[in-house]
């Protein structure tokens, strides 16, 4: 099975399956394709994440986050007064050194079994013959701000200004270049050949940071999944540099025990304790996440049983905690030791979950010329002033401070669960600060309050994240259980200009695959089912 955006990457990824692929295969397949028929996340000039579980139990996680240049600097983007500028999203100094093309090399040489070339020729063809749009890309591409400002975005993806209609052929040569040339030199060409030369020359042109050394030494790093548990279930997921798998473990730890679900899915209270339980984790990721190469992360002691029991004990039950009040937990003793998702599982049992992105919407909106691929603004993901809120409106602090060859402090979020040693659910989402949430809703939903996969992925949430003291609710939500979280003293906001975190989900339980696709934008997410 594959559970991704877009119909086209889906139905690559599961013909790659059937032709004898393996489900790393497919995703790096589908994630190739995404670059071409995605372009809103998918990317080569972006990062990400990929979480496998091969089908005899081991697991790994393939950190391919992007990189600070050799050339940033602490306080590159504050003026003169100290204040964060608008350079960590709009320009070619807002671009980290990409890593999804050497992540992909990385984990395909090593754990699939396809011959590179024959993955990539189906985003080639793609991209030279073009395809056709559907509505939503051909709405994004039409209401985006960030691509009219860059001239080779606007000749590639808006025609000029004429801005392309559903159904019309969106053909990109030039990036098929790229991508021909990546199938026949493989990551060296985009690291070290013709395409990184090229691409430096552009970014020392434009006033960029990236430069050819920056590419040169870009690595992909293979980690262990963080593994936690939660009731019966073991949960593996995202470590550092994401905060996503730390805030899951930490939130699911804050609720082991408290009786939250005794409520029922979708009442105030049960919401109300998953509010409180975001806002401690968000506090506590404002001061405590960082890169791991550069920071010293505290897991054991973020995720110790008596830290997690003295945060669930300042919950209280009948009113909210004001953000004001509330700030990062005392840790105890010292320390020990708009992106895309997709989801495939073969036949085999291997399991594969893949969180990447371009940071906003189209990245910073620039396509690099004769290249066709677009950059990323990851850069923003630093803290540019501790205290001061990001992109996302999330507050940070020192630990996520700019440095040359630092990864930022991200939130996606791949994850999977296991049931009795066998896996049972993989899922993630794209969403910036609201993924974690969304994934640990999705996730009770299936094994607190017993719903089927699509009914979870389906069920109205919420999201806090300490700052602002917001709840964000959605519009779907019962009108009076908004009315008993006001009661409670949350500041409920229905946000109705947010776009909420599109889940996709595949639950194995009786040697059966179910999939869930996010009916929230419901024409822009597709899936295809294999054998």
Excluded: C
């Amino acid at each position: 099975m594959v559970v991704t955006e877009e119909r086209q990457a889906a139905d690559v990824g599961v013909a790659v399956l059937k032709s004898g692929g393996n489900a790393v295969d497919a995703a790096v397949a589908i994630g190739f394709t995404l670059a071409v028929t995605h372009p809103f996340a998918g990317n080569l000039g972006g990062g990400g994440f990929m979480l496998i579980r091969f089908a005899d139990g081991r697991s790994t996680f393939i950190d391919f986050r992007e990189l600070a240049p050799g050339k940033a600097t602490r306080d590159m983007y504050l003026d003169a007064s100290g204040n964060p500028t608008r350079e960590s999203v709009e320009g070619w100094r807002s671009a980290g050194v990409p890593g999804t093309v050497r992540g992909f090399e990385v984990v395909q040489s090593k754990y699939g079994r396809k011959k590179w070339a024959d993955l990539l020729a189906p985003s080639i063809r793609l991209a030279s013959k073009g395809f056709a749009l559907n509505g939503p890309v051909a709405e994004s591409l039409r209401t985006t701000k960030n691509l009219a400002g860059d001239p080779e975005s606007k000749r590639i993806f808006l025609k000029g200004g004429a801005f392309y209609k559903e159904g019309e052929t969106l053909v990109q040569a030039d990036l098929a270049a790229t991508l021909r040339r990546i199938a026949r030199f493989g990551a060296s060409d985009f690291y070290e050949g013709e395409t990184a030369r090229r691409f430096a020359s552009e970014m020392a042109t434009h006033g960029g940071l990236i430069t050819l050394d920056d590419l040169r030494n870009y690595r992909a790093v293979e980690r262990a999944p963080l593994t936690g548990k939660y009731r019966d279930y073991t949960i593996l997921t995202a470590p550092p540099p994401s905060a996503g798998g730390v805030g899951l473990l930490e939130m699911l730890g804050m609720l082991n025990g408290s009786g939250y679900q005794k409520s029922g899915a979708g009442t105030a209270r049960t919401y109300h304790y998953l509010a409180e339980v975001m806002r401690r984790f968000y506090a506590d990721r404002s001061q405590y996440m960082g890169d791991p190469d550069s920071t010293d992360v505290p897991l054991t002691r973020l995720l110790d049983p008596a830290y997690l029991r003295s945060r669930r004990e300042s919950i209280a039950p009948a009113h909210a905690t004001p953000s004001s009040t509330l700030g990062p937990g005392t840790l105890p003793g010292k320390e020990g030791t708009q992106t895309v998702h997709y989801n495939v599982m073969d036949a085999e049992g291997n399991a594969v979950a893949v969180t990447y992105t371009l940071n906003d919407g189209f990245g910073n909106g620039i396509t690099v010329p004769g290249l066709g691929f677009l950059l990323n603004d990851e850069m923003d993901d630093f803290t540019a002033r501790p205290g001061r809120p990001n992109l996302f409106g999330v507050v940070q602090g020192e630990a996520n401070a700019i440095a040359p060859g630092k990864r930022p402090v991200s939130s996606m979020t791949p994850t999977m669960v296991l049931r009795d040693g066998r896996l049972f659910l993989l899922l993630g989402t794209p969403g910036g600060s609201r993924i974690p949430t969304a994934v640990l809703q999705v996730l009770l939903n299936i094994v607190d309050f017993g719903m089927n996969v699509q009914d979870a992925v389906d069920f109205p949430r919420i999201h806090h994240q300490w700052q602002p003291d917001k709840l964000y609710v959605e519009q779907a939500m019962r009108p009076e259980t908004i009315s008993g979280l006001r009661a409670l003293g949350h500041d409920t906001d229905l946000a109705p200009g947010v776009v909420p975190p599109r889940v996709g989900a595949i639950l194995i339980e009786n040697g059966h695959l179910e999939g869930a696709v996010d009916p929230r934008n419901t024409r822009n997410i597709s899936k295809a089912l294999g054998y």
